[in-house]
């Protein structure tokens, strides 16, 4: 599996402590290396 650094993501914690990471995906990997247009651009962790 082939990994891409290099760009900069988003990030954001809420009030509870939850992690938001937002992704380059489109710019970074979809217009350039070939990654799947449905990949996620958005994730969110939740603390416990």
Known sequence: MKTVHGADAPLCVDSRGD???GEVTWTFGVSRFGVREDAHTFQKFERY
Request: glycine share 0%; no cysteine; proline share 0%.
């Open 19 to 21: 992690l938001y990471v």
